[in-house]
Structure formats: structure tokens, C-alpha cells
């Protein structure tokens, strides 16, 4: 079994991304060193807004108008093209968009007024005087502005700003994360999650690092994982354990074999007492990440036909990826040259091929129509993949026939290429059940059709 680190996030000088194999010690030292203050920068998500504000002054807003940029006389030197673009907000305190902000890194001759507003939703359960606003440098390392004003009343915080960069309103008390937050995992595969705090610690102590805050508070702390909502999980949505028991905030998720109905949700139960300011605690906090667990097939389709004097052989092969969010796709589509024996002479008669490239055989792939994935969480042996391929015509080769002195002529004529759909089952004990042509079998299938004619498939498991 492979066990990756899929932790996205930025470690001091190192960037680490989906699927990196390390050894236990490396893993422990990748984990020991995260810091919840950096991250990745994020990818736009909407609309860039441009104007040209020069040495007199002016007003940016943002397509979104969720944030506004207002340049008094005499910041800016000469006439500048701003931009605001939105981009996905990877901060853990973030909540809404974040504005990249550019000419990025730019510097001001007199302070700027920045504002970013904000709807009930996405600061839901934020009180006013925990609102803050965060800037990420281009290492991906966030800080806080030094002075912001709130105004709930028409839910916006604006404070004034000497450079550009990357602003995101957040969240300045205690918060916990699980990272990453969105996932996709192989079925069979390990997967490392991570509980991070960013803003005060529930022990009122300041940590100077997350590697200061791995190595110390979370020795002495609890944490209960679990998979939709089994503390452990089971065999049907993956399980999940601690890394190690000094490493409380740190869990290795297994994906189970078979890819589950759903998406399966993690949570990580923060056990003990967080304040939330003026006296008042919260117990037990609750931080939810999610896993769209995949499973990965080659399939292959081969028909033959050794009927009358042309004998033919074709195949088409593709790679299959479902999903448990219910996506199926297909990918690496090969449809390799068909086959023949060209025969010359049978029995009175002898043959001539004028074209033997031009035609297309008997199995071709063109591409997924439609596809689902489906199981019924009830019964683990339920799940199913059916897809319809575009309809895709095939041709059988052009020849002359020569028979007792008389000359035929054969065109090249139109059939319609198989497989035309693709169904099958992977079933827990990892086979797969193949069904086609209103016959079934496990991980490959055969059949005659009429005579000499038939087909067979296999699917396998990618590893």
C-alpha cells in the first residue's frame, strides 16, 4: 500500500503537492513544520477589474464590488493601470474571496483606503470585533494589518494600506482547520490530513511557528477523527488513525477498495475548552475536510469476424477514472490499426486489396457520450458503471474478387463499431464484473455471437 502526503500548503522553502512519498521520519518532519500562517497562492475566480488612476486620485472597484480602492491626490506619481483581481481564498482565517492587487507589490507616496465587504453568510458567527484583514507576500506567508475598522452595519472592514498584495478579510480568534480541504484520494491509497489553529491557542500561549506549535501543544492535546461520522470510520467509507499519539493533530486516512456512494467527509473533534472572548468558551470544536475517493480501469474491447474468405481483428482500449462525487470520465483512448490475413487465393477465386489502410474494422472509441457512477451504500457490492459512448461507425476493407473469369468489385461498407456502451462492477474482493451482449464475467469476458463472430473484454484495475 502507498502512503503519499497530499498536504497543500507551503512548508519554509519547500512546496509539497499531492501524492509525495516519504518515509515515516520524513513525513513526521514535513508534519512538525507546517505553519498555518502560509499557504499556496490562490487561483483567480472571477473577473479582473482595471482602471487608470493617476496623481489626482481615485476609486477602484472590484467586478465583484465586494471590494473598493480609494487613492487619494498624491499617492501615485504619474497615471497607473490597477487591477483587482478575485482569486480563491487559501488563508485559514479567510473567509470570502481574496483580491490580488496589482501592479502586485507596488508602493504608495501616501496611504491607500482599502475595503472589503462582506454578506451574513461568509462571516457567520464572526463577531465584529474579531474581524480582521489579512495580506499575503509572495511566499505565500500571511499577516495581519495593523489597524482595521468594521462596520456591521453595512458588513464591511476597510483599513488603509502602503503596498499591494494579496487582502482577504478574516477571522482573528481561534479557528481550526483540517488541510487540506478538498480532496481526491485513490481507493486502497493512504492520505495524511492535518488539524492546524491559526489566531490564539486554547492554552493562551504564543507559538512561535507551527513547528513550535506541533512539537508542543499538540503533545498534550486530544483529537478524535472520524469518517461520516464513525470515529475511525469502516470498510465501506475508509478508515482513519492518528499519525502517532504525541502527533494528536495529524491522522492517516485509508481509502476503502471499492469508491463509496459519496464523497466522505472527515472531521476532527478538537476535545477541550476554546475561548471565544468575553469569558465565553466553546467545547469541543468540530473542523470538517472532504475526500472524493477515485478508482482508475483499463478497459479493451477486441472483436474478430472469421466469417467467409476476409478474416478481421480489431480492438479499441481506453482508461476509465469514477469518482465517488459520481463523475466518470475517460482518458487515453487508443484505437489501434485493425487486422486482417489479406488472403490471395481461395478455393476458384483470388483476391486484390486497393485500400488496405483505408478502413476502420469493427471496434472504435470515439468518446463518452454519458456516464454514471452508482452504488447503494447498503450494499457494498452494488456499485455500478455505465457509460454511453458517442455512436462511432466502422468499415470493412474494399477488395476485387476474381472468380472463373468473372470480376467483383467489393466497396468498402459502413457497420456499426462495437463496444457502443461499457458496463461493469468492482466488487470488494477486487474483481470486476464485466457485463456485455446479455452475458457476464468477472475481470474478462468472451462470446460467439453468430458462427465465427464475437467479441471479448477485459478490465483490470490501474495501479
Not at 7 to 34: C, E, H, M
Not at 202 to 220: I, L, R, V
Request: aromatic residues 8%; proline residues 7%; hydrophobic residues 35%.
Amino acid at each position: 500500500m502507498k502512503r503519499t502526503l497530499s498536504l497543500i500548503f507551503l512548508l519554509p522553502g519547500l512546496a509539497l503537492t499531492a501524492q509525495v512519498k516519504l518515509p515515516a521520519d520524513s513525513l513526521r518532519a514535513a508534519l512538525l513544520s507546517v505553519n498555518p500562517d502560509s499557504s499556496a497562492i490562490g487561483k483567480p475566480v472571477g473577473n479582473l477589474a482595471t482602471k487608470t488612476i493617476g496623481p489626482g486620485g481615485g476609486t477602484i472597484i472590484s467586478a465583484d464590488s465586494m471590494m473598493e480602492l480609494t487613492f487619494p491626490a498624491g499617492a501615485l506619481a504619474v497615471p497607473t493601470e490597477i487591477g483587482i483581481q478575485p482569486v480563491e481564498n487559501t488563508s485559514i482565517a479567510g473567509f470570502g474571496n481574496t483580491y490580488a492587487c496589482t501592479p502586485d507589490g507596488m508602493r504608495f507616496q501616501k496611504p491607500v483606503q482599502l475595503l472589503i465587504h462582506y454578506t451574513d453568510s461568509a462571516a457567520k458567527g464572526i463577531s465584529p470585533r474579531k474581524q480582521t484583514i489579512l495580506w499575503q507576500d509572495k511566499t505565500g506567508k500571511w499577516s495581519r494589518v495593523e489597524k482595521v475598522e468594521s462596520d456591521s452595519a453595512n458588513r464591511r472592514i476597510s483599513c488603509v494600506i502602503e503596498h499591494f498584495s494579496g487582502y482577504s478579510a478574516a477571522n482573528a480568534g481561534t479557528q481550526f482547520k483540517i488541510i487540506p480541504r478538498n480532496n481526491r484520494v485513490k481507493v486502497n491509497r493512504e492520505h495524511v490530513f492535518m488539524l492546524v489553529i491559526s489566531g490564539p491557542y486554547p492554552d493562551g500561549k504564543n507559538y512561535a511557528s507551527g513547528f513550535d506549535a506541533n512539537a508542543t501543544f499538540w503533545k498534550t492535546q486530544t483529537v478524535e477523527w472520524s469518517v461520516d461520522g464513525i470515529v475511525g470510520g469502516n470498510d465501506i467509507t475508509g478508515r482513519i488513525k492518528l499519525f502517532a499519539p504525541d502527533q494528536q493533530n495529524a491522522a492517516i486516512y485509508t481509502a476503502p477498495p471499492v469508491v463509496p456512494a459519496t464523497p466522505v467527509e472527515i472531521r476532527a473533534k478538537y476535545i477541550g475548552l476554546v475561548p471565544m472572548g468575553l469569558g465565553s468558551f466553546s467545547e469541543n470544536v468540530t473542523s470538517i475536510a472532504a475526500a472524493d475517493i477515485y478508482d482508475e480501469f483499463r478497459y479493451s474491447f477486441r472483436a474478430f469476424d472469421k466469417v467467409g474468405h476476409l478474416h478481421m481483428d480489431d480492438s479499441a482500449i481506453c482508461n476509465i477514472q469514477v469518482f465517488s462525487s459520481g463523475k466518470v470520465q475517460l482518458s487515453d483512448i487508443k484505437n489501434p490499426v485493425p487486422w486482417s490475413d489479406w488472403p490471395q487465393r481461395l478455393g476458384d477465386c483470388s483476391y486484390t486489396y486497393p485500400d488496405k489502410t483505408g478502413w476502420k474494422g469493427l471496434a472504435e472509441i470515439a468518446g463518452m457520450q454519458s456516464g454514471n457512477y452508482s452504488r447503494n451504500p447498503a450494499s457494498p457490492a452494488s456499485a455500478q458503471v455505465q457509460i454511453q459512448l458517442i455512436p462511432t461507425m466502422g468499415s470493412s476493407p474494399r477488395y476485387m474478387a476474381r472468380c472463373k473469369g468473372r470480376t467483383n468489385n467489393v466497396p468498402s461498407m459502413p457497420v456499426m463499431a462495437s463496444p457502443g456502451s461499457i458496463q461493469f462492477e468492482p466488487l470488494t474482493d477486487g474483481n470486476i464484473r464485466i457485463h456485455y451482449g446479455g452475458a457476464q464475467g468477472d475481470n474478462t469476458l468472451s462470446k460467439f455471437t453468430t458462427g465465427d463472430q464475437g467479441f471479448a473484454i477485459s478490465v483490470s484495475h490501474i495501479p
